[in-house]
């Protein structure tokens, strides 16, 4: 099964943290996370059509203006999502540059706060020299994105503020039956995109004109083949309490890969507890209680530098002992 989501990380374990999602054959991707992007091409950069931040920490945060200044031309909205008080951050990031040249641009920033059981929502219009415009509130349910074929949830978690974790899943995989296509004479072509998306909404009397020919849903469902949908989870800067790892258990359950951080050795616990964030020890525990499939290491302290291999097998160790 060829995989929808190509996923690969921004920078090293030792830098800021993120994740570059490329979503095959639709042309766009999403961006966990918002530090230093300078390694992200333009061409990498025009295909974000989401960013999901977890806070607003320079390390998670100080890429915006990098991204925002290649996208200022796009005539798609640009979507981020962050927790409380996220649009206060991005109007304040805003309100820091002068804007009286960019009437004719067609950029609009929508901005989506996580607030407890709401999500809020704010506009930024290049046309009106990025003034708040105070959008849509929708209830939170553990979702904050969902765009056929797949959905984004989130945790809130405790990293002495508000910190968000996220899942990315697909709600099914469509594959195409390539041997089957070809014994059924039927060409490859724009078709085959119009025959996964009625799958996926269920539209049983969709037809589509293939070569002159009208087929049903029905003649040509054979070609296709579906099996269970891919989920990736990225967990960053929670503190390693009884709450939050629940909470990320619950998040990143069956999870084909777990990108979460592993900030401190067991060893160093205790700062781990002051700083708020994970050790290595605690991501294998979650991991392997959540039922991952494979566990990848990521925001290690620049501490461990000499020997990161320490951070990372002490991540896997615990994750072998704690799985089922």
Same mark, same amino acid.
């Given at each position: 099964m060829r995989p929808s989501f190509h996923v690969r990380p921004v920078n090293g374990p030792f830098d800021d943290p993120g994740l570059y999602v490329r979503i095959l054959r639709e042309g766009r991707?999403?961006?966990?996370?918002?530090?230093?992007?300078?390694?992200?091409?333009?061409?990498?950069?025009?295909? %974000? @059509?989401?960013?999901?931040?977890?806070?607003?920490?320079?390390?998670?945060?100080?890429?915006?203006?990098?991204?925002?200044?290649?996208?200022?031309?796009?005539?798609?909205?640009?979507?981020?999502?962050?927790?409380?008080?996220? %649009?206060?951050?991005?109007?304040?990031?805003?309100?820091?540059?002068?804007?009286?040249? %960019?009437?004719?641009?067609?950029?609009?920033?929508?901005?989506?706060?996580v607030q407890g059981q709401e999500i809020r929502g704010s506009l930024f219009r290049a046309?009106?020299? &990025?003034?708040?415009?105070?959008?849509?509130?929708?209830? &939170?349910d553990g979702t904050v994105m969902d765009e056929p074929p797949f959905k984004i949830k989130a945790v809130i978690l405790?990293?002495?503020?508000?910190?968000?974790?996220f899942s990315i899943e697909e709600e099914f995989h469509i594959n195409i039956d390539k041997a089957r296509l070809k014994e059924k004479g039927l060409p490859v072509g724009s078709w085959l995109r119009d025959l996964k998306m009625a799958i996926r909404q269920g539209d049983e009397d969709r037809s589509f004109v293939i070569d002159g020919r009208r087929y049903s849903l029905t003649e040509v469902r054979?070609?296709?083949?579906? @099996?269970?949908?891919?989920?990736?989870?990225?967990?960053?800067?929670?503190?390693?309490?009884?709450?939050?790892?629940?909470?990320?258990v619950?998040?990143?359950?069956?999870?084909?890969?777990?990108?979460?951080? @592993?900030?401190?050795?067991?060893?160093d616990s205790e700062r781990a507890r002051e700083r708020h964030h994970l050790t290595a020890r605690q991501a294998g525990m979650i991991a392997g209680m959540a039922g991952v499939r494979r566990l990848e290491p990521i925001?290690?302290?620049?501490?461990y530098m000499d020997d990161p291999d320490e951070v990372i097998n002490e991540a896997l160790e615990a994750f072998s002992r704690y799985q089922g």
């Open positions: 991707a999403l961006l966990f996370d918002l530090g230093f992007t300078t390694s992200l091409s333009p061409r990498d950069i025009l295909k %974000i @059509t989401d960013i999901f931040v977890s806070h607003a920490h320079i390390d998670h945060f100080i890429g915006f203006d990098n991204i925002l200044r290649f996208h200022l031309r796009r005539d798609r909205p640009l979507r981020l999502y962050g927790p409380a008080g996220f %649009i206060q951050r991005i109007e304040g990031r805003l309100s820091g540059y002068t804007w009286n040249l %960019i009437q004719d641009y067609p950029l609009v920033l929508e901005i989506y706060e046309e009106n020299h &990025f003034k708040k415009e105070e959008g849509l509130i929708r209830p &939170f405790d990293h002495q503020i508000p910190c968000l974790a054979d070609i296709v083949k579906v @099996t269970k949908g891919q989920k990736l989870s990225y967990v960053v800067d929670a503190l390693g309490s009884e709450e939050n790892i629940k909470r990320i619950e998040l990143v359950r069956d999870s084909d890969v777990l990108y979460i951080e @592993t900030y401190f050795l067991d060893r925001h290690i302290s620049p501490k």
